[in-house]
């Protein structure tokens, strides 16, 4: 039934001059249907995780597969980009590409759950792309981050790109955690076995909770005060950055205290109402420069979707 339809899809196009690109991961589990597709139809294949396998690559290629091979910049439901997973996952799918002949590398930058990452942060991983995608040698990651801070952002301290990198590690409650318990509580979605991952801080008892957050509080502090400060080695417009830097360190901090208010409520041990308020004011406040940064790049979108959530959670922690 797959085949049929792309097979009819493909056809129809092939037949009006235009060449089709299709995302294999249904056709790889029998590479031998790709004989029946138009002879130069584009298999996409991908793989996003930070340590790839070769497996549908290998496959693809021995059934004879025209392909693109689709790494990702790893900033889907993230509100800073997993840098360093973004590095290895591009740098092995690229290798891939030059070991089997792929036509080409078609680089990927996804959204999922209402696309809250800001594109600007998927450039180190567009960089990547780039420049393992035109050069066989392997760059070490240190080094390639220093090249795209002094290139891309004009900063002479070459600090840029590790700075960004470090954001994610801090993350204790992120936005696919946020949704997930959202649509759970909420909208009393069912979850299959094992689709459901808490992160460690909700299974964290509160005192264990507080303290996870505090210790990513002080580094996230830390972090912004190194980029205000290395501000002043970047070319002047690309310091635009910084303001977008410090709206998303704070999405990381508010998220990371929402997410230990919820492991409090879950230990029976709730916060403060006067805390909670408070935190609910800053969520708010925080959504309407969110709000404006998204407008000024883009349309509406998701972001009716994005403001029922960030309401909601608002709204839960004035209640208790």
């Not at 590479?31 to 340590?51: H, S, V």
């Not at 180190?124 to 792309?129: C, D, E, K, L, Q």
């Not at 076995?193 to 964290?204: C, D, M, R, V």
Request: net charge negative; glycine share 6%.
């Amino acid at each position: 039934m797959y085949i049929n339809h792309v097979k009819a899809l493909c056809e129809f196009l092939h037949s009006r001059g235009k060449r089709v690109q299709f995302f294999g991961d249904i056709i790889c589990r029998r590479p031998e249907l790709i004989a029946q597709l138009p002879q130069d139809t584009l298999c996409l294949t991908w793989g996003y995780a930070p340590d790839p396998s070769v497996d549908s690559c290998h496959a693809m290629a021995q059934a004879g597969a025209v392909q693109y091979l689709c790494p990702g910049v790893c900033g889907w439901n993230q509100w800073m980009n997993l840098t360093k997973n973004a590095y290895s996952n591009i740098l092995k799918m690229c290798q891939y590409a030059h070991q089997y002949r792929a036509e080409g590398i078609l680089n990927t930058d996804w959204g999922d759950f209402g696309h809250v990452n800001h594109p600007a942060f998927s450039v180190p991983g567009m960089i990547y792309g780039a420049a393992f995608s035109w050069n066989q040698e392997e760059i070490a990651y240190d080094e390639i981050n220093r090249q795209i801070s002094l290139l891309e952002y004009g900063d002479t301290a070459g600090r840029t790109v590790d700075i960004l990198a470090k954001v994610p590690e801090q993350s204790l409650f992120g936005w696919r955690d946020a949704v997930v318990f959202y649509e759970k509580t909420a909208r009393k979605r069912v979850f299959k076995e094992g689709e459901e991952e808490l992160p460690e801080l909700l299974l964290a008892d509160a005192g264990k909770a507080d303290s996870m957050v505090e210790q990513a509080d002080r580094a996230l502090q830390t972090l912004a005060t190194q980029m205000k400060q290395n501000a002043v080695f970047m070319d002047r417009q690309a310091r635009a950055l910084v303001g977008l830097f410090d709206m998303t360190v704070e999405a990381v901090r508010l998220w990371n205290e929402i997410g230990a208010a919820v492991a409090h409520e879950n230990q029976g041990a709730a916060l403060h109402p006067e805390e909670t308020y408070a935190l609910a004011g800053r969520l708010e406040r925080w959504f309407m420069a969110f709000k404006a940064q998204w407008r000024s790049i883009g349309r509406e979108g998701d972001l009716c979707h994005i403001a029922k959530i960030i309401f909601w959670y608002a709204d839960r922690l004035r209640c208790k």
